[in-house]
């Protein structure tokens, strides 16, 4: 093909096989087209595509819907992004209708029967780790094998000050949950291996459970938030698929690293957490052991 389309806030390139989507950097461009960059699409990793009026007048939409399964930014969000932030949509001058269409055609020819059906592993890359975010109750990290919150003492309820820090590697899990930080309730949560068969009565809710972080406003943003999510499913589904030479997910872990070497906190923000253990001791929500205990892992950090 060899066609390149530029529209509203991005632009496509046609190869034989993919499409390479070019994400600008504009002040009126989407944060999370920032952080995305540029993303290359094949063709097998696509179910439909679409031409459509715009909203404006003058503009078409090309529109290329993933298959499940497919991509794991779109598997994590899970249809809560806004459509203007949507990396599978195009918004056309109308001048360019007549080469969008041809490219419509020419992708429908090639999609098989495959397209109708979920993915069996990703086929399009997430946002390599390291990252990380800050969350209304902690700082989550994910440098490719283990996920790590980080509680604040600002926002972190009792319970969480109380399990402690948490560190989840990537074998450890089975899925990742994002709720948008747009809506009532936006949060991320860490389920582990095995933990929806348990008959519980469903796990906590996000503010007590040590493997969620709650978001808030200004907190878990979704372009910070949905990135390292979707890095974190990409890992989670490819550790547990078997070795494969023609897809991203030949290697374990996607973008797996060493771990980095353990960064020394702050004095004071040492002694703010033990200041907030006090507070929990003297309201009876910590034992005499468990203060002292906790105590002596925040000053052994030092």
């Known amino acids: 093909m060899g066609d390149v389309l530029a529209g509203i806030n991005s632009s496509w390139e046609f190869d034989t096989d993919s499409v390479l989507i070019r994400f600008e950097r504009g002040i009126r461009t989407p944060k999370l087209f920032h952080v995305l960059g540029e993303r290359r699409v094949p063709y097998e990793a696509l179910s439909s595509v679409e031409l459509v009026p715009g909203a404006r007048k003058g503009t078409v939409v090309l529109r290329a819907e993933p298959r499940p399964g497919a991509d794991p930014l779109m598997d994590a969000a899970a249809g809560q992004l806004r459509e203007t932030s949507d990396p599978y949509r195009l918004v056309l001058p109308a001048e360019h209708e007549p080469l969008a269409a041809s490219w419509v055609s020419e992708v429908a020819s090639v999609l098989g029967a495959s397209a109708a059906e979920p993915a069996e592993r990703h086929l399009v890359a997430a946002p390599a780790a390291p990252l990380q975010f800050k969350a209304y109750d902690g700082k989550v990290s994910f440098d490719g094998q283990t996920v790590s919150f980080r509680w604040f003492w600002t926002g972190a309820s009792s319970a969480k000050w109380k399990a402690g820090d ?34 519980s009565g469903g796990p906590p809710e996000p503010d007590q459970d040590p493997a969620a972080v709650v978001f808030g406003l200004g907190y878990g943003l979704v372009h910070e938030s949905l990135p390292l999510a979707a890095s974190v499913l990409e890992a989670v589904r490819a550790a547990g698929l078997p070795p494969h030479p023609d897809g991203p997910a030949a290697a374990p872990v996607p ?3 060493e771990l980095p070497a353990s960064v020394r906190p702050a004095p004071a923000d040492i002694a703010d957490r033990i200041r907030h253990l006090g507070e929990l001791h003297d309201a009876g ?3 005499d052991d468990e203060f002292s205990s906790k105590k ?3 000053l052994a950090e030092l």
Do not use: K, Y
Request: charge should be neutral; hydrophobic fraction near 35%; avoid cysteine.
């Open 255 to 257: 973008g797996a690293r």
């Open 166 to 199: 948490q560190t989840f590697a990537v074998g450890e899990l089975e899925d990742v949950e994002w709720r948008s930080p747009e809506v009532v309730g936006g949060r991320l949560r860490l389920v582990r291996r095995g933990e929806r068969d348990r008959p």
């Open 296 to 298: 002596a892992e925040l």
């Open 285 to 287: 929500l910590l034992t």
